[in-house]
């Protein structure tokens, strides 16, 4: 058996692939983060995760791919949790950006970016994956994330500049006012949850025009910081995953057309993508 796994910092998608003709399980827990949780941690989530308890000596194969994962201290935390678990499983650990490629580009050349809690973007040769410059998280960069978009739409209702309609229905939704987010924001665990949980609510107002112009500007920021620092970004085609890019796919095709960014994928989750190829990849392998 071989499980495959891509997480983010919210939640992870899993399949559990069986070497017959069974249908494949697919599931998900909360997302496995090293920076977040400790091994202790991780362990309790997949030891109460009903879908894996009857399989777990049959597992064979273990290919986690996680926000988190870039340094080897951090693949380890995760490479230990996996290894409680699945004793006689081989486990490999990689980043998200690498399971970004593998769902969108497949062997071709190109750019994958990551927009969901989090951003990022790595450019993929048709070989090698070259890391980049960026994702510096939530509080130096994650341009065009959730965490993005809902700080812009949370200090605009707390400086008083979003559309008084707005104003309205966000205090009617969360009935939130300075001291409850800045505690929030500075004194708990997850504040790059907390802010990213907001854009529900841009979801829910997407046609007003103040909803319209942060998703622009957003996206527009991203591709001039990300994208952009790539000099030859005409001639790829620019894939994307995740929550952010999935639902507002409107206003970042526009964008993206303004900017002469080819895009191809939009995938709101890569789990069977990436599954697909790291199932054929064991193929041709064996």
């Known amino acids: ?16 692939n069986f070497t017959d003709l069974t249908t494949p399980i697919q599931f998900r827990t909360r997302g496995i983060n090293p920076f977040f949780l400790s091994e202790k941690k991780i362990i309790k989530i997949l030891q109460h995760t009903p879908e894996i308890q009857p399989y777990l000596d049959e597992i064979r194969e273990v290919y986690f791919f996680g926000a988190g994962c870039s340094s080897p201290d951090s693949r380890e935390i995760i490479s230990n949790a996996l290894s409680v678990l699945f004793k006689n499983a081989f486990i490999s650990v990689e980043n998200d950006l690498s399971a970004a490629v593998y769902a969108t580009c497949g062997t071709q ?17 048709g ?23 809902g700080r812009k739409l949370i200090t605009g209702y707390l400086y008083d ?43 829910d107002h997407l046609e007003e025009p103040y909803i319209q112009s942060l998703l622009y500007d957003g996206f527009e920021k ?3 910081s990300n994208i952009k620092s790539y000099p030859d970004y005409k ?8 929550s952010i890019a999935y639902h507002f796919s409107k206003v970042l095709k526009t964008v993206c057309h303004e900017n002469q960014v080819r895009v191809g994928k939009v995938l709101k989750h890569p789990i069977e993508e ?5 199932m054929e990849r064991e193929m041709r392998v064996k």
């Not at 058996?1 to 559990?16: P, Q, R, T, Y």
């Not at 006012?177 to 802010?195: D, G, M, Q, R």
């Not at 001639?235 to 995740?242: A, D, E, N, R, V």
């Not at 990436?274 to 790291?278: A, E, G, I, R, Y």
Request: include cysteine; glycine fraction near 10%.
């Open 274 to 278: 990436l599954n697909k190829f790291v």
């Open 109 to 125: 050349p190109g750019l994958s970016c990551i927009l969901g809690t989090g951003s990022n973007i790595t450019y993929f040769d």
């Open 161 to 203: 500049t979003m559309p008084k309609n707005l104003q309205k229905e966000f205090f009617s939704t969360y009935g939130l006012n300075k001291e409850s987010v800045i505690e929030e924001v500075y004194t708990k665990s997850a504040p790059n949850f907390f802010l990213a949980s907001f854009t529900k609510f841009m979801s």
């Open 127 to 149: 070989v090698e994956i070259h890391s980049g410059l960026h994702g510096l998280g939530y509080i130096l960069g994650d341009e065009g994330s959730g965490t993005y978009f």
């Open 235 to 242: 001639i790829y085609t620019t894939h994307f995953i995740g």
């Open 1 to 16: 058996m071989i499980l495959v796994a891509d997480s983010g910092s919210s939640k992870a998608d899993w399949i559990l």
């Open 222 to 224: 991203f591709i001039n």
